[in-house]
């Protein structure tokens, strides 16, 4: 495997070495737009990316439409900072995603604005499982603490999710389908198990302007939990179906209104642990959310109202090998989030964000040893909110803000950031931005961590931290871009599971490391992109989430045609470490070492007639790697995928 390494890298070197220096300026067609990129999660506005101090990662349409045939999580785990366990793992079993050696309950999501989080679960962390690619438009990262202006939750990272909106012709629409094999490294099976369709309608007529899409994905073929002998487990199948509607009305110049409901489930096998397999645990998970944005544009400013309503049902049958029974579970998280914000412009150079967000949260859990009222697991938060941005006409930019939040369990918690970017020089050949910020965020204890009758603890403390970056982006003659970033994370409080008391407690954890990432563009048909992510956290038995210090990911977008794409993209994560607690994997007590693992992707996508019908195909893990992604679970080995999208 290190052979295979090798000439992988030296082909990766020799390329980008040859067209360097080969290829002339005047070839160069596309251009790196990084700097230039109009974002919206640094001040819940659209603004230009180069006026924030905070790092922000876009990925556009375009390239979720290159990555056509994998899933939001897959993507996601090739951006800088990010790594998601169980992200190679069979699609039944559940993800975690970790930003900078933070945890995944310290990660917020948004859906068109909307924070949207499991409160049935006992993190509340958002299962990305219920997202299809083929229903979003984009996705920003922010990264760091941004409690300010996302509350709850956005301790490391805040990922926006932002959903497709009707086309501006009367009538529109596209279709997807694909098949696909999943398999493990040891499985030979050739069967298509890996089944997607989705259909998406929209348009505009007159005022008023509609999307309406319905996906289904069906996977089977290989087993969650992973054989030592090489017994043969069953396969654990994953369906899921994801329905989205938006409706949207133009009252005038002015007043826009826009409403949204979506519905997605998942049903799953799911085994008895790792290396332990069986056919009779079966699980599923729907949610609902439903919400309208009512959206006015006076003379100086904008303000807007978001208002959504969110539930999800989990539902779990379990063998239970001590009684014989096959024991049900059932997890019901209601959520409503309401958010009222308003922009006002001094002058062009300043504008004040001001707003105040009120959520209410409740949890009703049955089980065969007890659960969770939903009329005893509840709170509400009142946070009122307001930042300054100040944008020179010399190059630096300015954000200042904070946050009280409300908590009628815990009592008042006051946030605050600021974050400063400066250019450095800025003509036609360079520019050089300099970045810095430092953040409080804080994240309040789940309803389960709170309220569960055996490990609930009702004296928790909110979960808060600071983090500091700084880092600098530089962009040379719109073809080499690279960026660098220090962070530095301090926790107070954070929350785990005490194993001398079996209650959950606070304690402490700290992180520090870097980023670097670049994007090379030596001709018009060729694009190398690379990053790299150090991180040197404390590690507490409690916090066993897979966190590998290095990481390496690199990708090759080659464009021979204007109709034609291909990517290669070359993951290599680094040692992980857990604990064995209870004695799961047979060292109880002791520290499991999962060695280091790379992975090499192939995809490629041809288009016809126009941008009517484009045809995709993929090859995952060419090189059949066979490794630990989470200890004791399956890995998918080389796998094939081949599709077609209309576009009419």
């Given at each position: 495997?290190?052979?295979?390494?090798?000439?992988?890298?030296?082909?990766?070197?020799?390329?980008?070495?040859?067209?360097?220096?080969?290829?002339?300026?005047?070839?160069?067609?596309?251009?790196?737009?990084?700097?230039?990129?109009?974002?919206?999660?640094?001040?819940?506005?659209?603004?230009?990316?180069?006026?924030?101090?905070?790092?922000?990662?876009?990925?556009?349409?375009?390239?979720?439409?290159?990555?056509?045939?994998?899933?939001?999580?897959?993507?996601?785990?090739?951006?800088?900072?990010?790594?998601?366990?169980?992200?190679?793992?069979?699609?039944?079993?559940?993800?975690?995603?970790?930003?900078?050696?933070?945890?995944?309950?310290?990660?917020?999501?948004?859906?068109?604005?909307?924070?949207?989080?499991?409160?049935?679960?006992?993190?509340?962390?958002?299962?990305?499982?219920?997202?299809?690619?083929?229903?979003?438009?984009?996705?920003?990262?922010?990264?760091?603490?941004?409690?300010?202006?996302?509350?709850?939750?956005?301790?490391?990272?805040?990922?926006?999710?932002?959903?497709?909106?009707?086309?501006?012709?009367?009538?529109?629409?596209?279709?997807?389908?694909?098949?696909?094999?999943?398999?493990?490294?040891?499985?030979?099976?050739?069967?298509?198990?890996?089944?997607?369709?989705?259909?998406?309608?929209?348009?505009?007529?007159?005022?008023?302007?509609?999307?309406?899409?319905?996906?289904?994905?069906?996977?089977?073929?290989?087993?969650?939990?992973?054989?030592?002998?090489?017994?043969?487990?069953?396969?654990?199948?994953?369906?899921?179906?994801?329905?989205?509607?938006?409706?949207?009305?133009?009252?005038?110049?002015?007043?826009?209104?826009?409403?949204?409901?979506?519905?997605?489930?998942?049903?799953?096998?799911?085994?008895?642990?790792?290396?332990?397999?069986?056919?009779?645990?079966?699980?599923?998970?729907?949610?609902?959310?439903?919400?309208?944005?009512?959206?006015?544009?006076?003379?100086?400013?904008?303000?807007?109202?978001?208002?959504?309503?969110?539930?999800?049902?989990?539902?779990?049958?379990?063998?239970?090998?001590?009684?014989?029974?096959?024991?049900?579970?059932?997890?019901?998280?209601?959520?409503?989030?309401?958010?009222?914000?308003?922009?006002?412009?001094?002058?062009?150079?300043?504008?004040?964000?001001?707003?105040?967000?009120?959520?209410?949260?409740?949890?009703?859990?049955?089980?065969?040893?007890?659960?969770?009222?939903?009329?005893?697991?509840?709170?509400?938060?009142?946070?009122?909110?307001?930042?300054?941005?100040?944008?020179?006409?010399?190059?630096?930019?300015?954000?200042?803000?904070?946050?009280?939040?409300?908590?009628?369990?815990?009592?008042?918690?006051?946030?605050?950031?600021?974050?400063?970017?400066?250019?450095?020089?800025?003509?036609?050949?360079?520019?050089?931005?300099?970045?810095?910020?430092?953040?409080?965020?804080?994240?309040?204890?789940?309803?389960?961590?709170?309220?569960?009758?055996?490990?609930?603890?009702?004296?928790?403390?909110?979960?808060?931290?600071?983090?500091?970056?700084?880092?600098?982006?530089?962009?040379?003659?719109?073809?080499?871009?690279?960026?660098?970033?220090?962070?530095?994370?301090?926790?107070?409080?954070?929350?785990?599971?005490?194993?001398?008391?079996?209650?959950?407690?606070?304690?402490?954890?700290?992180?520090?490391?870097?980023?670097?990432?670049?994007?090379?563009?030596?001709?018009?048909?060729?694009?190398?992109?690379?990053?790299?992510?150090?991180?040197?956290?404390?590690?507490?038995?409690?916090?066993?989430?897979?966190?590998?210090?290095?990481?390496?990911?690199?990708?090759?977008?080659?464009?021979?045609?204007?109709?034609?794409?291909?990517?290669?993209?070359?993951?290599?994560?680094?040692?992980?470490?857990?604990?064995?607690?209870?004695?799961?994997?047979?060292?109880?007590?002791?520290?499991?070492?999962?060695?280091?693992?790379?992975?090499?992707?192939?995809?490629?996508?041809?288009?016809v007639l126009g941008d009517t019908v484009t045809f995709f195909a993929a090859v995952t893990n060419i090189l059949n790697e066979d490794y630990d992604d989470v200890f004791g679970y399956s890995t998918r080995g080389r796998n094939y995928k081949v599709g077609v999208r209309l576009q009419f």
């Open positions: 495997m290190k052979k295979q390494l090798v000439i992988v890298g030296v082909l990766a070197c020799s390329i980008v070495s040859t067209n360097l220096f080969a290829q002339k300026k005047e070839t160069q067609k596309e251009k790196v737009e990084t700097l230039k990129e109009v974002v919206v999660t640094a001040t819940k506005f659209k603004s230009k990316k180069e006026n924030s101090g905070k790092v922000i990662h876009v990925i556009t349409q375009k390239e979720l439409q290159q990555n056509a045939g994998k899933t939001v999580i897959e993507i996601l785990n090739t951006v800088a900072g990010i790594d998601i366990k169980g992200v190679n793992a069979n699609p039944s079993e559940p993800r975690s995603i970790n930003v900078r050696g933070g945890r995944s309950r310290q990660v917020l999501v948004l859906i068109d604005g909307v924070p949207v989080t499991d409160q049935s679960a006992i993190n509340q962390e958002f299962d990305l499982r219920l997202l299809s690619v083929s229903q979003i438009e984009n996705i920003e990262i922010l990264k760091g603490a941004s409690s300010t202006l996302y509350g709850s939750g956005a301790a490391t990272a805040v990922i926006s999710i932002t959903l497709k909106k009707a086309s501006e012709d009367k009538f529109s629409g596209s279709f997807e389908t694909s098949v696909g094999t999943n398999n493990n490294a040891s499985s030979s099976e050739g069967s298509l198990s890996d089944t997607n369709q989705n259909v998406t309608l929209n348009g505009t007529l007159g005022k008023l302007n509609f999307l309406g899409s319905f996906s289904l994905t069906g996977l089977d073929g290989m087993s969650s939990a992973k054989s030592k002998t090489n017994t043969t487990f069953n396969n654990d199948a994953f369906y899921s179906k994801n329905g989205l509607l938006k409706l949207g009305y133009k009252v005038n110049d002015k007043l826009n209104i826009e409403t949204f409901l979506n519905y997605d489930e998942f049903n799953y096998d799911f085994d008895a642990g790792a290396f332990s397999d069986n056919d009779l645990n079966t699980g599923s998970q729907e949610q609902f959310r439903v919400g309208f944005k009512p959206t006015y544009t006076y003379n100086k400013g904008q303000i807007y109202l978001l208002a959504s309503a969110n539930v999800v049902e989990r539902d779990l049958k379990q063998f239970n090998s001590f009684s014989s029974t096959l024991d049900t579970y059932e997890f019901v998280g209601r959520s409503v989030n309401v958010d009222l914000v308003n922009k006002y412009e001094f002058f062009n150079q300043l504008q004040l964000i001001t707003g105040v967000n009120y959520q209410i949260h409740s949890n009703n859990t049955v089980t065969p040893f007890g659960g969770i009222e939903k009329g005893i697991a509840n709170f509400n938060t009142v946070d009122p909110y307001a930042s300054v941005v100040y944008v020179s006409n010399y190059g630096l930019s300015v954000n200042i803000g904070g946050r009280l939040n409300i908590h009628n369990v815990y009592g008042n918690h006051f946030v605050y950031d600021g974050n400063l970017a400066y250019s450095v020089l800025k003509n036609d050949d360079v520019s050089i931005k300099l970045l810095t910020s430092y953040s409080t965020a804080f994240i309040a204890p789940s309803l389960y961590q709170l309220y569960d009758g055996f490990s609930g603890n009702i004296d928790l403390n909110p979960e808060s931290n600071e983090t500091f970056e700084a880092g600098f982006d530089l962009n040379y003659k719109d073809w080499v871009q690279f960026e660098a970033v220090y962070f530095n994370r301090k926790e107070t409080d954070a929350i785990i599971y005490d194993n001398s008391t079996y209650k959950y407690g606070n304690g402490s954890s700290d992180a520090n490391g870097f980023e670097l990432s670049t994007k090379v563009i030596p001709t018009s048909f060729l694009t190398l992109n690379a990053s790299f992510t150090y991180v040197d956290r404390d590690q507490t038995e409690d916090f066993n989430d897979y966190i590998p210090k290095n990481k390496f990911v690199a990708g090759l977008d080659i464009t021979p045609f204007d109709n034609a794409f291909f990517n290669f993209t070359y993951r290599n994560v680094g040692k992980r470490t857990i604990f064995d607690r209870y004695g799961s994997f047979g060292t109880a007590g002791e520290d499991v070492i999962l060695e280091n693992y790379q992975v090499l992707d192939f995809m490629t996508n041809y288009k």
